[in-house]
């Protein structure tokens, strides 16, 4: 069975930082981009970040840039977010997800990180920044 398993979530004040990991299975993770959507109350689902498992390539939402890094364990098959400089708007529910789209033309072609026609998705982290 594919899982996305995330973890990491948690309760922080502004300008603090959390990790989330995504520990991946069922399926071959060398082939997929990995990331990280979010979704606070009342909004849309938004690309958050992702990494490319074959060549490392990043996206970053401006909203994040600077802020956020991501990184990928492939030997683990695990993807973990790195949230610095944490503000109350990054107050979410955060989704990793995987993507065979992405690893194999977005990528290249500069696409964002869209939740549609996204393969597998995990449960849910709630990250919630306090003021």
């Known amino acids: 069975d594919v899982q996305l398993q995330a973890s990491g979530g948690g309760l922080v004040q502004a300008g603090g930082s959390l990790r989330l990991s995504c520990a991946a299975s069922?399926?071959?993770?060398?082939?997929?981009?990995i990331g990280w959507f979010r979704q606070a109350p009342g909004k849309e689902r938004e690309g958050v970040s992702c990494?490319?498992?074959?060549?490392?390539?990043?996206y970053y939402a401006d909203s994040v840039k600077g802020r956020f890094t991501i990184s990928s364990d492939n030997a683990k098959n695990t993807v973990y977010l790195q949230m610095n400089i944490l503000k109350p708007e990054d107050t979410a529910v955060y989704y990793c997800?995987?993507?065979?789209?992405?690893?194999?033309?977005?990528?290249?072609?500069?696409?964002?990180?869209?939740?549609?026609?996204?393969?597998?998705w995990g449960k849910g982290t709630l990250v919630t920044v306090s003021s």
């Open positions: 997800a995987a993507d065979l789209f992405w690893e194999l033309l977005g990528r290249t072609y500069g696409s964002t990180w869209s939740p549609v026609g996204v393969d597998y």
């Open positions: 069922g399926f071959t993770f060398d082939d997929y981009a």
């Open positions: 990494i490319s498992s074959s060549d490392g390539s990043t």
